[in-house]
């Protein structure tokens, strides 16, 4: 720590920072626009200008940028100085020449950077009167708007864009007063992670377009905190309401999960939860039709449910609480899990590494810091994408470890990228086709699933001979095994997605020959696919697999099941559904109507993911708390609701009985806030204290001002009152601060600058790692070596996962299923690009997207929408043209780096 | 860095002209990485083809495998490279101070009423376009302009005449 002086009063501040960052950690306001807690200093906006001085003789002092002054032990600086001031109105003054100054119209208006540094700045009158530079904006697809107009120039999109997330077609154009941040043309930004450029820009050039057309000012948004439900991540969230529907979902901040950023699929894939779609009813069947069960007639319906004989299958969709109050009411016997069998061995084995104490399954945040990863058939960019964003990060290390060589300060952002170049940490991918981090690769094997199993053992055997004799020509084998073994922090990422069981057992014995030859605790990162999968996993007994269930129906032991949150058309082949489904009455509770609702006795309507306060648990079996952020306007009730007795019990008691009662889950009463911790026991209400409108928004229904709602479950409100989070952050939605009305305020709620929020906690991992393993054995499956061609699953960030699909916002972005192969086999098959491919010939029908880096001998097939029956399918398939054509959206918005033209 | 052209314009890349190739591939022994190329790319393409299309920009694009949103950074920052069409003859017209003193705005418009075109435009014939430059170092001269390659000092309504009388017999 270093003792810095700043008007007059001592600080204790840390010298590898630089000021800009230190005076905000202290809690002090000094403007900035090109600075970004995660993405350091460029130098760029001269906005946080401050003086300093050379010693206590120093009286005149020189102006220098906060930004890119190391806070170095005795520095003296004055903020309130009045020549520091002076400089700061006069940048702003100058920033906004061309600024439009069209706030009441602007989407950032009341959460904008501009105005609050404006303000602080006190720049408040505008002389330039002449004529403003104009631009013209560009469609950038349906995710993001685009109005070049407001632009002050800080660079934040394109250091964001190209610099953090790796973007290729976003740049800064022309020069002075004319810089244009755009593409080079009109068309869909490509990265999956362009949403943040909403948060990221300081004003409203880059604005939430799905947001924009369907607008509320951000204090006029009900808010929560909440959890990202989209993949297995568990990034947290803010989703905003007003009149009853879902408007948009911001970042929020967790130190250890998402930082400051989330996917494209997280922020615009919500908005189902408006669908008019939604199952609003209890619907029973008469005569062959669901119809809406009429009232009186409900319980009885739903008391035909009970008894012994009665089945459960789970949900990795559904939140902990409703899958436990479904094994509560079925019992543990009858309580069967609810996904493929072949991902449920996956997860079985995950699990049993999650216990493992020879690994540590990283957070975002220490993924981060790995400085060699090997990634084994995982395609992170499209089920994991936050991982992708920090693996990113992670071969910047090696720039980092540069730059402390030659004595430069991490901040400094372009002087650590220009001393790198291209150097970069090792990052080793093993895939069956080309992956959207193959940019950032030091080693690419692209090859069949078996394949790339054999060459992940040989990796683990070269780096242990103790591991399980495998041998591979792979030249890269060598390489990557000791760039993992020199590591100061070495990565291995696998997971069940894959499809291969294999890949995860060769990527285990990776981590384990590590952790064998260099001693310490080695990061294994599983990833698993859906929000709840691992909390889902824990809860189910490890025999009671969907197999078993679909065993115990077909043998007629037992002829009713209770099926929640769940399409089971996607868990397994059609045919073995359809012949369960006819020897078996159900009762579905779902948010949207599925296949599998169509063929209930009974559909219930169940809440969506913010309209119920509920806990999930993710990749790293770490439980995190979500909010209801609204009511559901029809008769929907949290799944847990409808399976236990409805008239008593709660959320918190609900929680409670699970963390008793079910094995591993003692730590998820943790999560639960307790109201005697808040300012006189006093709720924390949803709305800002700024929430407009509250007497009139009804008033087109009836003139008299309702009652606001009352939420005895939780520690949150429906209404205005109460004791919003000012700097205590144990319960933050939207962050906000007297004059820091944009997302940047999340500063005043931070230990320091990037630390944790104050009092509040980052979930609660659940899985105590207490036993030891050994090597694991592949389970090769007999490759039957025939003239078909083998498969790997793919899966794209819009598609893949079954609720975020059904966004309309998503569905812009969705492309139809498709079979990718090299250009070699699609020529000895007769396929040109975008012909239509009939799989193994029993209906399945995808593209044929012919792909230059696919190994010949291999195709990745893509199942769209649960389009493909993908359980259907064996390892091996046969591809054979037809002539029917079953195209939807095609395949021109998918964005790979290899895709062949026509006449490849 | 890969360069990921989006399929909706990646066929209308131009193919580059085997004398373009050929001068590109010898500025790429020259420097470390395929992304320090791109300027004199640009450069290249300009010199054959008079400016550099959107095809051409594409082109390059495939050629180099960067970016081309990289490559269209690049391309407008420089004012000397035209991302439109230019006139057989570029007149590079210095509007700085010194000339300024000497009587450059007068020499201007007079150019502008002789072709009828003020910076920016290009004669309907195609013979010039008329542009700005800050300064071309040669202020001991004022009034300076350029055509094409050639410097023209010590400018007069006369010598203007006889510049562009001689630009235009050499057609």
Known sequence: MAKIVIDGIEYEVNPNNNLLQECLSQGLDLPYFCWHPCMGSVGACRQCAVKQYRDTEDKEGMLVMACMTPASEGSIISVEDPQAKDMRERVIESLMISHPHDCPVCEEGGECHLQDMTLMSGHNYRRYDKKKVTHRNQYLGPFINHEMNRCITCYRCVRFYDDYAGGTDLSAQASHHHTYFGRHEEGVLESEFSGNLVEVCPTGVFTDKAFSSNYARKWDLQTAPSVCTGCAIGCNTTPGERYGSLRRIVNRYNSEINGYFICDRGRFGFDYVNSEERIEAPLARKEGQLAVVPKGQLQSAIDTFQGSDVIGIASPRASNESNFALRCLVGDENFYSGISDAEHEATQLILSLAKDSAFNAPSVRQIELADAVIIVGEDVTNVAPRIALALRQSVRNKAKELAEGCNIPQWQDAAVRELAQHDRSPLAILSSYATRLDDIASDIVIDSPTEIANIASAVANRISGHAPAASSDEASVAQIAAQLIEAKRPLVIAGSTSGSVSQLQAAANIARALNEKRGDVIDLCLLVSEVNTIGMSLLVNERNSLGAALEKISNGQTKKAIVLENDLYRRAAKQKIDEAFQKVEMLVIDQLPSATTAKASLVLPSTSFSEQESTYVNYEGRAQLSFQVHRNHAAALPAWRWLSDQQSGDIESLINRCAEEAKNFDKLDDLLPDLNQFVAGMKIPRQSHRYSGRTAMKANLNVHEPKQPVDDQSVMSFSMEGIPATKDSAVLGAAWSPAWNSNQSISKFQEEINGDLKQSHVGELLIERNETGSYLSLDQRPNNLNENLQVAVAYQIFGSDELSAKSNTIQERMTDAYVALSPKDAKSLDLNQGDSVSLDGNGNIAIACIRSKMKQGTVAVYCGDNDIDRHSLGTTIALSKVTEAKMKRGIQGLIVSDLCEEGY | ?171
Not at chain 2, 6 to 20: G, V
Not at chain 2, 39 to 66: C, N, R, T, Y
Not at chain 2, 92 to 119: A, H, P, Q, T
Not at chain 2, 151 to 157: A, C, D, V
């Open chain 2, 1 to 171: 860095m890969q360069a990921s052209v989006i399929a909706s314009t990646a066929t209308q890349a131009r193919k580059l002209c085997a004398e373009e190739i050929k001068e590109i591939e010898h500025e790429m022994q020259l420097y470390p990485d395929k992304q320090a190329v791109g300027l004199e790319a640009l450069k290249i393409v300009q010199k054959h083809q008079g400016w550099v299309s959107d095809e051409s920009l594409l082109g390059i694009s495939k050629f180099l495998d960067i970016p081309v949103s990289d490559l269209e950074s690049v391309a407008t920052f420089f004012n000397l490279v035209y991302r439109q069409p230019v006139g057989r003859n570029v007149i590079l017209f210095c509007n700085s101070v010194s000339c300024w003193i000497m009587g450059s705005e007068s020499m201007r418009s007079y150019i502008n009423g002789k072709l009828d075109i003020d910076f920016g435009g290009t004669t309907d014939n195609g013979d010039f376009t008329f542009l700005p430059v800050p300064c071309l170092g040669d202020c001991d001269h004022a009034p300076v302009m350029m055509v094409g390659d050639d410097l023209h000092r010590n400018l007069t309504e006369g010598k203007v005449d006889e510049i562009f009388s001689e630009y235009k017999s050499k057609e």
